[in-house]
């Protein structure tokens, strides 16, 4: 994988790519943000904005946007770790702890439980203030080429 230098550089290029998706994406939707992230410790903060679009039939957060915002968070720290803008995703599990209110402040903290050539193991927790209310685990493909199917 790449050094402290990269890391920071692939980042900012994340960052940026988030800023420019298109306004009806799934991205734009669930408002995520980089709010911290540490190269010696393969980490990354996001924060995201739980509005109407998430709500459910009880009324708070749909269990798939708290999926959807680990998976940007780990791919987030996938794009900073590797050379590569995206990684697909091979596995990702989530236990929901917590029923989360529409209005909420969704924090997800990602660390890279190991790096390799092929794969990336990740391990993340959501909190709303300092209330834990989801945890997930997530493997990532490194992008070699690789085939698409159709």
Same mark, same amino acid.
């Given at each position: 994988?790449?050094?402290?230098?990269?890391?920071?550089?692939?980042?900012?290029?994340?960052?940026?790519? %988030?800023?420019?998706?298109?306004?009806?994406?799934?991205?734009?939707?669930?408002?995520?943000?980089?709010?911290?992230?540490?190269?010696?410790?393969?980490?990354?903060?996001?924060?995201?904005?739980?509005?109407?679009?998430?709500?459910?039939?009880?009324?708070?957060?749909?269990? +798939?946007?708290?999926? +959807?915002? #680990?998976?940007?968070? #780990?791919?987030?720290?996938?794009?900073?770790?590797?050379?590569?803008?995206?990684?697909?995703?091979?596995?990702?599990?989530?236990?929901?702890?917590? +029923? %989360?209110? %529409?209005?909420?402040?969704?924090?997800?903290?990602?660390?890279?439980?190991?790096?390799?050539?092929?794969?990336?193991?990740?391990? +993340?927790?959501?909190?709303?203030?300092?209330?834990?209310?989801?945890?997930?685990?997530?493997?990532?493909?490194?992008?070699?080429?690789?085939?698409?199917?159709?």
């Amino acid at each position: 994988m790449g050094n402290r230098e990269s890391f920071e550089k692939n980042m900012r290029r994340r960052v940026e790519a %988030i800023r420019h998706v298109s306004d009806h994406s799934i991205f734009n939707e669930l408002r995520g943000k980089i709010v911290d992230y540490n190269y010696d410790e393969k980490r990354v903060t996001m924060e995201y904005e739980v509005g109407d679009f998430h709500r459910n039939g009880f009324n708070i957060m749909f269990g +798939g946007s708290l999926v +959807g915002m #680990f998976d940007i968070t #780990f791919g987030t720290l996938t794009s900073g770790l590797g050379d590569y803008d995206i990684a697909p995703t091979v596995q990702l599990s989530t236990s929901f702890l917590k +029923g %989360i209110p %529409i209005g909420s402040k969704v924090t997800v903290k990602a660390e890279a439980v190991s790096t390799g050539k092929t794969i990336m193991n990740f391990m +993340g927790k959501a909190y709303v203030g300092d209330e834990l209310v989801g945890s997930a685990t997530g493997i990532f493909k490194t992008p070699r080429p690789f085939k698409t199917f159709r």
